[in-house]
C-alpha cells in the first residue's frame, strides 16, 4: 500500500544521477518504502526514460527500440500498475525473421520455416547439431564457441553470426562467451521445433501478447516525474552531472551544469548513479586510483541510431517488430509503431517505422545527415519489400551514444576492478545498465534501483550480482513456486526491453 508522505529536505537529500528508468525507480522505491529523505533527480537530456523514453516527432511517437512490458518480477510489475493503472493496452505479439530473402515466423513456427530452409538444409542443421553436442569443442571463451557446442555450426552460420555481428560491430570471436551464457541460457533447439510443431510454449517470454504503454514507454517514466514532483521531489532536465566530489571513501557533492550555463554545487546524503561507468570515473575529484582510471578506459559501448520514417500507407506489414539479420542490409531491426499502439500515431492514414541502425559514434552511418539518413532507410524498406521507397513522406533521427554495454575480452576484469573500489564508498551507490555496464533489460535495471534504495535505507544487497543467471532476451526461467518474492525480486529478471 502507497503511503502518502511527502519528501523533506531536513530529512536528508539523495541526488539521482540519470532519469532513466533506473534513477526514476530508485527514487520512487524510496518513497514506496517510506523515506522522507528528499530525491533530487538530475537529467542531462530534455526527456525522461533514458532508452526508455518516447520521442516524437509531428505529433507521430516513436521508441528509441521497443520495449514490451512483461515481467516475472513482481516489485516491478506492481510498480508499472501503481503508476499506470489503466494507461496499460494489451498488445498481440508478431514478429519475424529476414534471412536470405525470406521472412520466417518469429518464434519459429515449424511449416514455415522448413518451407524457407529446405528439408535438405533442415536436416543438415540437425546432424550438425548432433555432431557437436557428441563433439564439443574444448574451449569456450568465446560467444562463437559457445553457441557452436549448443547449437551446431550449420545452425550458428545462419541464424546467430550475422545478427550478432551487426548488432555489435565486431566478430563473434570477440565477444565473451558469458554473454551469451546470459542471453541464451536454456534456448533449446528441440524444444523450439515441439513447440512449432505442437503449438506448446513453455518458453514464458515467448509470449502472445504484452503490456505496453498506450502512448509509449517514455509514458511511464514521465507519470513517474510527475508523481516525484507532486509528492515534493525534484527532477532537474538538461542538468549534466560533470564532477562527483568526494572527501576520501565519501561522496560529499555533484556539480550540475545546466543547460543555461549555470554550475550548481549539489551536497547529498547518498548519491546513485546511472551514468555509464566510464564516464562516471573520468568525474570523479579526486580521481580514483590509477587501476580504476585505466580500467575504466577499457570499457566499451555499442551506439545506436533510429531512422523514424512516416509512410502514407496505414499498415504497411503486420509486425510489431522485424529482426533483419541479412548482412547486406545495413538496418539491423525494425519497428513499427501503430502495431504496438494505435496512439503512437496520430494521423490514421499514416504509420511510424522505426530503421534501427546499430554503429559507433563517429562512423559512416553516425556521421549521415537527417536526409541521408531518411533516404537510406527508405531505400531499405523497399529493399525488404515492407512498404515502397516512395511511400515515406518524412522523417527524424535520433542517435543513442552508450545504448549497450559491450561484453569483450577485457571488461570482466575490468568491471571487477571498477566495483571493489566503487562499493568501497560508503554513500554512493551504482544500478541500471550502464550503472553496472550490464545488458540487461527495463525490469531489471529497475530492480536493481529497487534494491539500491533498500540498501539507503539499510540492507545490504550485492547489487553487482543481481542478474548474472540472466536468460536470453527471448527466454526465462520461471521460478519454482515454493521460491518466495524476495528471492524472485533478487535473482530473476525477464524480458522488458
Known sequence: MMHNHRFKRDAGVVAVIGGGPAGLTAAYELHRQGSEMLPIVFEAGDLVGGIARTESHNGFRFDIGGHRFFTKVPEVERMWHEVLTDDFIKVPRLSRIYYRGKFFDYPLKFFNALTNIGLIESVRIVMSYAKWRAFPSKTEDNFEEWVINRFGRRLYMHFFRSYTQKVWGIPPTEIRADWAAQRIKNLSLFKAIWNSISGANDTTSLIEEFYYPRLGPGMMWETTQKFLEDHGGEVHLHSRVERVIRDGNRVTAIEVHREDGAVEMVEADHFVNSMALRDLVERFDPPPPPEVVEAAAKLKYRDFLIVTLILDNPDPFPDNWVYVHSPDINVG???????????????????????????????????????????LAAKELGQLGLAPEESVVDGAIIRQPKAYPVYDEHYQDALKVIADWINSLENFHTCGRNGLHRYNNQDHSMLTAMLVAENILGANHDVWNVNVERAYHEEFQVPKKDEDNEKQGQEVAAQAA
Open 333 to 375: 531491426r525494425i519497428q513499427n509503431f501503430r502495431a504496438w499502439s494505435e496512439e503512437m500515431v496520430p494521423d490514421a492514414n499514416k504509420s511510424s517505422i522505426g530503421m534501427e541502425y546499430f554503429c559507433n559514434v563517429g562512423d559512416s552511418l553516425w556521421q549521415m545527415n537527417r536526409d541521408e539518413l531518411v533516404a
